[in-house]
């Protein structure tokens, strides 16, 4: 552990185990189009997605696509703003946003984007960055369902509309993307075949690690797949799960839901505390926090503590006395461990394996 208070406090983490998982189709190994190493997620089943319109009836997303035929370049200047960069600390690859409802922006990626991720980075294209809650993910044991979806508080970027039909062979695409961390590139190519039933795009449109999540757009500007994996040892093989499986994402998840549930079901994110921290054989600090009860992928309860100085941590408790803790530091890089905590009439301590202790006001948490 580090003597710096504020790094100490960002070096625990919630221990997030993962699956090796490797794709095939027809018999021929595939590799994601991300530096991470893939891994098999199950769906999140109780959190929160964008429904088709919003309390008011307004719709979140344009109703329809453009029509005639854009240029490279006019796809690009068009598009760029609904396309983020997802940093994991592990890894990179892009997203872009879907919706945006009741003061909350909505993106979707690739699952093995995020990874065992529970809070990830965005930077977007006029260099601001934010940090994206996952809210909802697919299984990632097909191509189909390697699907996840991100929420972040404000409005953010710029909807990017999605065809509700698949594409045509033949038909011209583009790919925006952070390939080999070249943040914000754009690739072009055609749709050279249709896959799995008409719902993998396969593609020529160069696709490498860091496009994962991406969208493909057409020439009327409009999302027809996301970047997902490409053939490993060849050229020009690449391929993208449609729209039209995206859209059956969405869908399915919880309606009329909002991204107030995700981000505030127990503390209103705008009532700042004060939480004590002391590193092990340092002063005590106070430093102003904010609390949020989240659920888990498997239906455990999670509580998000965001400290005024940009370091995040998420606690998982148990009835044993452990606690779980995954932080992430102001630049994004994450760490584990696993301690232990104790309950009083104002709150709940944490103490770390390094003897850190963190005192968080109001809090009688949920155990696992």
């Known amino acids: 552990m580090q003597s710096n208070s504020r790094i100490r406090r960002s070096a625990w983490g919630l221990k997030l185990g993962a699956a090796g998982l490797a794709f095939a189709l027809s018999g021929c190994g595939l590799m994601r189009a991300t530096a991470e190493v893939p891994a098999n997620r199950a769906a999140a089943a109780t959190l929160p997605a964008p429904a088709a319109k919003t309390a008011t009836g307004a719709a979140i997303e344009p109703s329809s696509c453009a029509s005639g035929r854009q240029s490279a370049e006019e796809v690009f200047r068009s598009a760029r703003e609904g396309v983020a960069v997802v940093s994991t600390g592990s890894g990179m690859g892009s997203a872009f946003v879907v919706a945006q409802q009741d003061g909350m922006t909505y993106l979707a990626t690739n699952s093995h984007v995020v990874d065992g991720s529970e809070v990830v980075r965005l930077k977007w ?4 960055s934010d940090r994206a809650r996952v809210v909802a993910r697919g299984s990632g ?58 719902q993998i795009l396969q593609i020529d449109a160069a696709v490498n690690p860091g496009n994962s999540g991406g969208p493909v757009l057409d020439a009327g500007n409009c999302v027809a797949g996301i970047a997902t994996f490409k053939y490993g040892d060849s050229e020009g093989l690449n391929f ?74 998420a606690y998982a408790f148990f009835s044993d006395g452990r606690v779980a803790i995954r932080a992430e530091d102001d630049s994004g890089q994450a760490q584990e461990d696993e301690g232990s905590f104790r309950r009083f009439k104002g709150g709940v301590a944490v103490r770390s394996s390094g003897d850190s202790l963190a005192f968080i006001p109001d809090l009688d948490p949920v155990l696992n």
């Open 125 to 128: 294209v006029d260099g601001s």
């Open 141 to 198: 044991e097909a191509p189909t369902s390697d699907l996840a979806l991100l929420a972040v508080e404000g409005t953010r970027g710029k909807v990017l509309r999605m065809r509700d039909q698949t594409s045509a062979v033949g038909q011209e695409v583009f790919v925006i993307g952070a390939p080999k961390g070249l943040e914000f590139s754009l690739s072009r190519g055609v749709v050279s075949s249709l896959r799995g039933n008409e």
């Open 240 to 313: 993208a799960v449609s729209s039209t499986v995206v859209r059956a994402f969405l869908a399915q998840l919880p309606t009329g839901a909002t991204g107030a549930q995700a981000r505030r079901p127990e503390t209103d994110p705008t009532d700042d505390k004060v939480c004590l921290f002391r590193a092990s054989g340092s002063v005590e600090e106070q430093i102003p926090c904010r609390i949020s009860q989240v659920s888990g992928r498997s239906g455990g309860t999670l509580y998000d503590l965001a400290w005024a100085d940009g370091s995040r941590n």
